[in-house]
């Protein structure tokens, strides 16, 4: 690592909290990691279904309701229940006139013209010295 408290692989913990890790084979260790947590991530999918919804053991309830839920669902005793109906629509909003704001013209000259003005102003005050 880049700090010296790092140990070659090994992971220490300072006096202060900060975690050091200074292991060696850090890339080979990535996929184990990314599978347990896509693993987790299914398991607890697959649990939001199912008994932890209820609390009550060795129920399992399908909520239709869930929009993730009944994306995935594809039969369901025999039926199919693919494709997810589509979510109902927003409810209507009241329409308000449009209102036509008349932009002012813009003077593309009046720059041009107030620096000429500077600039005629301070030729005629040098040469008035």
């Known amino acids: ?5 790092t140990v070659k692989d090994e992971t220490i913990v300072t006096e202060n909290g900060v ?7 850090l890339p080979s260790r990535l996929p184990t990691t990314s599978s347990s947590l896509y693993s987790n991530n299914i398991s607890k999918f697959l649990l939001s279904i199912g ?7 060795d129920h399992f309830y399908i909520d239709h309701e869930d929009e ?4 995935m669902l594809v039969l369901e005793n025999g039926k199919m229940m693919w494709p997810a109906p589509l979510p109902p629509p927003p409810p209507p909003t009241e329409k308000k006139e449009d209102v036509v704001v008349e932009e002012a013209p813009i003077d593309y000259r009046a720059p041009y013209m107030q620096g000429a003005k500077n600039a005629t102003i301070a030729a005629s005050s040098i040469l008035a010295f």
């Open 68 to 71: 993730a839920v009944r994306g």
């Open 1 to 5: 690592g880049n700090v010296a408290t």
């Open 19 to 25: 975690t050091c890790i200074g292991f060696t084979d």
């Open 51 to 57: 008994p932890m919804t209820t609390k009550v053991k």
